[in-house]
């Protein structure tokens, strides 16, 4: 729901705006999403799927005028040469490409277009760099996921002997930028929120890519 001055509930509970950001690293954060954008839809809502996964995972299982997809590429995942060997390096820079070195255009065209539509909600499976551009135009946002960017490249960041090492550091601060907004929302979330957020820091001071996943529900 868009944040307001004075926050409350949506002014509809008929009928809401998701954007549903997807990842478009292999097919199986698609598979999953499709599941939940289905029920959405059927419960009466408009869905924005943006991904860089082709259409037909989408389309295949969902014919509704309610379903639309805007094919963005927000976030790379891993360089593979087959289905089993990561080119960790090449991985942390192509992410540098992807979303680093864009990211003020990336956050611009994202806020506007948010705007545009009037999303009510974004949610992400699990692209870093939207929970940003959510709290920057006063959306909320969610992440539905079983892990997070910044576990998978903390990896590959000391594997590679540190290079790109603040790539880690930028993904983990997207999300956090969710767990914060969630403090000023619900009293209930602050408490929970702040030690999460603690806990997150102080692991990671020995630990980066301590984050095993994320899932957040409202």
């Not at 593979?80 to 942390?92: E, G, H, I, K």
């Amino acid at each position: 729901m868009r944040i307001e001055a004075c926050e409350g509930v949506s002014a509809s509970r008929k009928h809401l705006v998701f954007t549903y950001y997807v990842t478009g690293h292999g097919f199986g954060h698609a598979t999953r999403v499709v599941e939940v954008v289905r029920n959405l839809i059927l419960a009466g809502h408009d869905v924005h799927v943006v991904t860089g996964a082709p259409d037909f995972v989408f389309t295949s299982e969902i014919q509704s005028p309610r379903l639309f997809i805007r094919k963005v590429l927000l976030d790379c995942g891993a360089v593979q040469a087959d289905a089993l060997t990561v080119d960790r390096l090449a991985s942390l820079e192509k992410y540098s490409e992807t979303a680093v070195k864009p990211r003020e255009s990336i956050l611009a065209t994202e806020i506007e277009w948010l705007n545009s539509i009037k999303a009510d909600l974004v949610v992400s499976d699990v692209v870093p760099v939207v929970c940003r551009a959510a709290a920057d135009a006063g959306i909320r946002s969610v992440c539905v996921t079983n892990f997070s960017w910044d576990f998978i490249y903390a990896e590959y960041v000391m594997a590679t002997g540190n290079h790109h090492r603040s790539i880690v550091w930028q993904v983990l601060a997207r999300f956090m930028e969710l767990l914060f907004w969630e403090m000023k929302w619900e009293a209930g979330y602050l408490n929970c929120s702040h030690i999460i957020a603690v806990n997150m820091w102080l692991y990671l001071a020995f630990m980066p890519g301590w984050i095993d996943g994320v899932l957040l529900l409202i």
